[in-house]
């Protein structure tokens, strides 16, 4: 006999979070999201006044939000940044591994050809978007391998799906998020209990501060590669930060409390266009 599926499944109400990378566009509506829902967030960004602002946001809406300064490639400012999460709010239950980002150096253009890439631009990159995410699933997955329980998930991209053209070290780097999501969640799994689920977002192509000079000219036209970005996604538009949360709520709650290991793409269809 059919039963309507039960929406206690979706429920996080009185959880904490652990979101890095809160203070960014996508990130911080996810903490807004999660704090509506009734989830304790603890808002780390290496920019402490856009954590401070962020939580504040938050606090006034009627939510709990602890703004904590980190540095996700420190990992002694993640032990600190978590025994202060640990104090405030006892328990941590879920962790958004969020930071990330590229930058122009590590980026080819007319001006910068891939032989002459600095060392140190491709090591930022890469080292941001993939160590700061497996030294955060150290620090506070530690956590949740003793007490025995717990939700992680990473940040991914279209770029681990298919490498861009131009930003070799991001989509080398977000292509090591998703293997390193499906090993860690054999890993807790198998090692510590099968109470810990490990899985990824891959976000298609969301329009921030990163990517804006990118996709739309002044105007707010398309630019030549944002134009092959609509030509190949098949709902023919970029993503709203919105509409991540749907997939972010499945992943975190019981709705998936048989999903692990995976990368769910959000992309309009980008992944699945051949272009023919």
Known sequence: MYTSFPS?????????????GAGGILCSEMARNLAKAGVKTAILDINFTSAQEIAQEISEMG??????????????????????IKKEYNTIDILICGAGGNKSQATTSENLDFFAMPEDALKWVFNLNFLGTVLTSQVFGEVMATQGYGTILNISSMNAFRPLTRIPAYSAAKAAVSNFTQWLAVHMAQEYSTKIRVNAIAPGFFIGEQNRELLLNDDNTLTPRGQKIIDHTPMGRFGTKDELMGTMFYLLSSASAFVTGIVIPVDGGFSAYSGV
């Not at 206690?8 to 890095?20: G, R, W």
């Not at 939510?63 to 202060?84: P, Y």
């Open 8 to 20: 206690e499944n979706f429920i996080l109400d009185k959880k904490t979070a652990v979101i890095t």
């Open 63 to 84: 939510g709990s939000a602890l703004a904590v300064r980190a540095d996700v490639l420190d990992k002694a400012s993640l032990v600190e940044a978590r025994e202060l």
